[in-house]
């Protein structure tokens, strides 16, 4: 194999990757049938981080792929400094592939001096020289406009539908958003699986404190349902815990956990393993080492959906299209990671 992909006349292109989800990046290139263009990638003494590329980058279309997962500052400065690299070595065009883009809950301020500092990633990947942005569910889809230029933003939505519908009655699900934020998202799933009937948790905030907050009610009729919970992030699973806590308490028959971005900080693991869920659905946007993973958690692999839009765009083709017939495996079975 090679590390370019030849397209139409004059046109290649190379996928390179930071160090922070390599697994991902190498899944990526088996679909897209290249090899990863080698970077030399090491740290300073003092954690400044230095990068090269290890072979010509000049007039190609070049995808960065780098997940912003734990440690998130490092991902984001190693993705930053691998951009600028290309810019100076003459790419043609610069694509920052952020499967999890970092800080994108902070998108608006809540309080007087604080900083939006989704935005603030936005700006500086632009100023690093990106000229189009990928990335899996935003918190807020609306912080695409926080970049002055394309923005992909791609929905892990048909890779977990897929999984899910094969897995329950259609007929007695009811889909809950576990706070009032992403109710439109229920709403499309909701769509997807065929038309149930939707429900939110009631969810209160301490915006004083990071990852502090409480489910208080369900608002729905989910007594006797089995229950599709989805959401963007788990993080503490403080909020999925209180979710499944609520859910039970109102008649839930099944809870059934959909996520994209597993980061599993702190006390996740054992939230989600005594949270009653009879299943946590996660995809592969960040590393999900196996010392974090159980017999109840199914990790999908998020590689060919990333891939099928890397090549969209590389062939001027259409993202939005993709997923309208996005068939998550491909025929070939689910892919898991
Ligand atoms: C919040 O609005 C997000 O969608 C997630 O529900 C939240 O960030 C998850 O955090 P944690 O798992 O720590 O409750």
Redesign the pocket.
């Known amino acids: 194999m090679s590390a370019i992909l030849e397209g139409k006349p004059d046109k290649n292109l190379i996928l390179v990757t930071g160090r922070a989800h390599p697994k991902l990046a190498a899944d990526v290139a088996k679909q897209l049938g290249i090899d990863i263009l080698e970077t030399t990638a090491y740290d300073f003494a003092n954690g400044e981080m230095y990068v090269r590329y290890t072979e010509s980058v000049r007039g190609a279309d070049v995808f960065v792929l780098q997940t912003h997962s734990t440690p998130v500052n490092k991902a984001i400065m190693e993705q930053l400094i691998m951009i600028d690299a290309l810019k100076r070595a003459s790419a043609r065009s610069i694509t920052a592939v952020c499967p999890m883009l970092g800080y994108s809950?902070q998108d608006k301020k809540h309080r007087g001096r604080e900083p939006i500092s989704c935005r603030l990633i936005f700006d500086l990947l632009a100023t690093a020289g990106a000229d189009r942005i990928m990335s899996v569910d935003l918190?807020a889809a609306q912080s695409q406009g926080f970049f002055d230029g394309p923005v992909d933003h791609l929905i892990a939505m048909p890779v977990l539908v897929d999984y899910v519908r094969d897995r329950l009655d259609l007929s007695n699900i009811a889909v809950v958003s576990?706070?009032a934020?992403?109710i439109r998202v229920a709403e499309q799933w909701a769509q997807r699986l065929g038309g149930g009937p939707l429900a939110f948790v009631h969810k209160t905030r301490d915006i004083t404190r990071p990852?502090q907050?409480v489910s208080n009610r369900v608002v729905g009729d989910v007594a006797g349902k089995d229950c599709v919970l989805v959401?963007?992030?788990?993080?503490?699973?403080?909020?999925?815990a209180g979710a499944c806590h609520v859910l039970k308490e109102a008649g839930a028959k099944s809870i059934t956990v959909a996520a994209t971005h597993g980061v599993l900080s702190g006390p996740?693991i054992e939230r989600l393993k005594n949270c009653g869920a009879r299943e946590i659905v996660l995809t592969d946007t960040v590393p999900i080492p196996e010392s974090k993973r159980w017999d109840g958690l199914t990790v999908l692999s998020i590689a060919p959906l990333l891939a099928s839009a890397i090549k969209e765009v590389f062939n001027d083709g259409s993202v939005a299209e993709l997923f309208d017939t996005y068939p998550a495996h491909h025929g070939q079975g689910f892919l898991f990671a």
């Open positions: 809950r918190h576990p706070d934020g992403r990852n907050a959401d963007d992030l788990i993080d503490t699973a403080g909020t999925i996740a």
